[in-house]
Structure formats: C-alpha cells, structure tokens
C-alpha cells in the first residue's frame, strides 16, 4: 500500500497560480497542467443609491499598466475590461480598483481555475474586488 503524497505548500503555491495538479498511480508522472482560459470579463457592480467614479487599473506580470480607466457605475458594468485584450498567453494580473474614498487589489490570471474580477460596492463592505479559483 502506498503512503499519502503529502503536497501542502506546494498545492496551496499551484493553486494560487490559476492550475491544478493531476495525479496518476505513477508518482513520478505528477504534473501541473495549467490550462489556459483568456474570457476574463471585469465586471463593476454598484448597489448604492447614488452613482460612484471608480479607477479600474490593470497591471501585466512586469507591472506594466495594461488599463488604466475611470467609470462613472450608476448599477453595474458586466464588462468594463477583459483581460483577453492584454494577452493570449497563461499571465497573471494585478486587478486595482478604487473611489475617492476606498481602494482594493486582487490577482486575477487567464486559466480555467482563476474567475473573472468582480468589483462590487456595498453599503455594508465598501468597495471590494472578489474572484473565484479553484
């Protein structure tokens, strides 16, 4: 009977990078299998009575400023970026998003496992950048 892989850091490193591990019976064959996904549409979501400017920023791997752009968000934006427009390649990006008053930042990345960026602002949270990941 085979021991348990114990993965850890490794994993939670992988999973943080947008890709996923496949194991098979053979421990030599593990493999991270990054597959790309480039529809990454950045949606701005208002729930405020009254209208807010919001800067959404994005940045490339090398910190370069892919978008850099101010919304006037009565109710909600599916797609005021999309990150298919800065690559058509496996990257990661700094999503930047801020108001007057409030700012937030996330990682978003182009694999099936990293989500769109969802910007949402809430009387109860503020502003905040939400995505999904596997």
């Known amino acids: 009977m085979r ?20 194991f098979t019976d053979n421990p030599d064959s593990r493999s991270h299998v990054p597959t790309l996904d480039l529809d990454k549409p950045i949606s701005i979501e208002n729930e405020l009575e009254e209208s807010k400017e919001v800067r ?4 490339n791997e090398t910190g370069v400023v892919v978008h850099n752009e101010t919304y006037l968000v009565e109710d909600y934006i599916y ?5 298919r427009s800065a690559t058509d390649r496996i990257e990661t990006f700094t999503v930047r998003a801020s108001t007057q008053s409030e700012s937030d930042e996330r990682w978003a990345g182009t694999t099936v496992c990293a ?3 969802q910007v949402e602002i809430t009387e109860e949270d503020g502003l905040r950048i939400y995505r999904s990941i596997c």
């Open 3 to 22: 021991k348990p892989v114990i993965v850890g850091t490794v994993f939670l490193a992988l999973l943080a990078a947008g890709g996923f591990l496949v």
């Open 56 to 59: 959404l920023t994005i940045l």
């Open 79 to 83: 797609s005021a970026y999309n990150l």
């Open 115 to 117: 989500g769109a960026p």
